[in-house]
């Protein structure tokens, strides 16, 4: 099995900065791509970026320019700078991952419990 463990969120004013973790654990043999989602009450759920293991990234066009993703391959981590936040960031955010587990090869995608960031105004 694999597990996704998200920290990092919190309550922030508007303006201000929270950086996201997430580290994958378990069988892994491999993760590709890595990604952030969040869903905001009473809303679907949404991509907010995601990384290749190759480091090629997407945003969505709500945060580009002011959130960034990375990755550090050899701890099997993903990263989200939260930077100017806005009020209407607000909501639970998921880390996501797409990978091979161990032993038997058979591709994954797993899914973080959330980690709620809140912005106020």
């Known amino acids: 099995q694999v597990q996704l463990v998200e920290s990092g969120g919190g309550l922030v004013q508007a303006g201000g900065s929270l950086r996201l973790s997430c580290a994958a654990s378990?069988?892994?043999?491999?993760?590709?791509?890595m990604g952030w989602y969040r869903q905001a009450p009473g809303k679907q759920r949404e991509l907010v970026a995601t990384?290749?293991?190759?480091?090629?990234?997407n945003y969505a066009d709500s945060v580009k320019g002011r959130f960034t993703i990375s990755r550090d391959n050899a701890k099997n981590t993903v990263y989200l700078q939260m930077n100017s936040l806005k009020p209407e960031d607000t909501a639970v955010y998921y880390c996501?991952?797409?990978?091979?587990?161990?032993?038997?090869?058979?591709?994954?995608?797993?899914w973080g419990q959330g980690t709620q960031v809140t912005v106020s105004s």
């Open positions: 990384i290749t293991r190759g480091g090629t990234t």
């Open positions: 996501n991952a797409d990978g091979i587990a161990t032993m038997t090869y058979v591709t994954f995608n797993c």
């Open positions: 378990g069988s892994i043999f491999s993760i590709s791509a």
